[in-house]
């Protein structure tokens, strides 16, 4: 297959489409080139176990960038979503950069387009800007401090108590924020459709039915949820809860990628999923971006390279200060 005719079916699709045969053992072949051409696979909890399974690293968003900033690959695939891989590129310029679907986006990021978020920081001059990791390399570039649902806390507390605060786009993460640091953040209204989809009823309704579960849950989720939480936190920080809590049962708050790696840390114990509005097939909150990653996808991006996340050069600068200054406050989490 010629690499015009990969790079049409990238623009037209967002990913490789070419078919991958029956036969093929699709993990010794990902192995294998990822050997050959010395990548390294990156995967959020997110993402299907199978694809959790065969990563080198599996982490959150803090994780992930702390990784894509220090690996000695030559090539970084990354199992996540769009922002995830802009990243990788913004703090890795030198390496090539994938990701298996473009199409694999986020609520969060398409909440804050560039252009308006500029006019909307525009009218507080003398705000600084924090903004979840969660949005464009564009928003990041007009960003002062990135940060991620592992370090939020800490970054605003790092910051003298008169500085004014502008927190984007996750208004739910920002609300939390605010509620523990005593800030008054100004909040672009920005959603993740997954975690603010949990059913208040239907987790009610669970909550009786098993009262001796602990609830942990996310910062992404919306403030009733949080406010009645045993514990919050990021994706990490909920895995290591779970693990190390003497505690049994536990209903999980967030995407269900994690109870992949939770259940396989904790098999002794139980581990509900929370319940989203739809009546969905697993009767929970599944990201339908993070679930558009496939092992057919990955191969074909090994293989082929493509779908290649670019970065204009002065968007990345500028991009690149507001998350290396993010990693620089992170050391030691
Ligand atoms: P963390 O990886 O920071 O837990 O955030 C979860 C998420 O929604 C990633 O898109
Ligand atoms: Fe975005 Fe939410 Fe999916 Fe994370 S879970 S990638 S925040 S839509």
């Known amino acids: ?6 790079q049409e079916q990238v623009a037209r699709y967002g ?6 045969a029956d036969d093929l053992d699709l993990i010794a072949e ?9 990548a390294v696979i990156l995967a959020h909890y997110y993402v299907d176990g199978a694809i959790q399974d065969i990563a080198d690293y599996i982490g ?11 690996t000695p690959a030559d090539m970084i695939v990354f199992c996540g979503v769009h922002f995830m891989g802009e990243t990788a590129k913004v703090l890795s310029p030198n390496k090539k950069v994938v990701i298996p679907d473009l199409n694999a986006g986020c609520s969060l990021a398409d909440s804050a387009p560039a252009d308006k978020f500029a006019a909307f920081k525009a009218q507080y001059p003398d705000h600084l800007v924090i903004s979840y990791i969660n949005c464009s390399a564009e928003i990041k570039a007009l960003t002062d401090i990135v940060c991620t649902s592992s370090n939020a806390l800490q970054i605003v507390n790092s910051l003298p108590k008169d500085q004014k605060i502008i927190f984007a786009p996750d208004a739910n993460l920002g609300r939390y924020v605010a509620h523990k640091t005593g800030r008054d953040l100004v909040l672009w209204d920005g959603a993740c459709i997954v975690h603010i989809d949990i059913s208040r009823e239907k987790l009610q309704k669970l ?19 949080l406010l009645q939480a045993d514990f919050v936190s990021s994706t990490t920080g909920l895995l290591k809860f779970v693990q190390e809590y003497p505690h049994d049962k536990f209903i999980v708050a967030t995407e269900a990628g994690i109870l992949h790696k939770m259940k396989e840390s904790v098999p002794h114990k139980k581990l509900i999923p929370a319940p989203a509005t739809d009546n969905n097939t697993c009767a929970c909150s599944e990201c339908p971006y993070m679930k558009m990653n496939t092992l057919e996808k990955l191969y074909n991006a090994l293989l082929y390279e493509q779908p290649e996340i670019i970065v204009p050069e002065n968007t990345r600068l500028k991009a690149y200060a507001s998350v290396a200054r993010m990693l620089e406050l992170s050391k030691g989490i």
Do not use: F, W
């Open 30 to 38: 990902i192995n294998r080139l990822k050997k050959e051409k010395n």
């Open 1 to 6: 297959m010629s690499m015009s005719s990969i």
């Open 60 to 70: 959150d968003s803090l994780g992930l960038s702390q990784q894509a900033a220090a």
């Open 15 to 20: 990913y490789v489409t070419e078919a991958v």
């Open 207 to 225: 909550r009786e039915e098993n009262p001796d579960a602990l609830l942990i849950a996310h910062p992404e989720c919306k403030e009733d949820i």
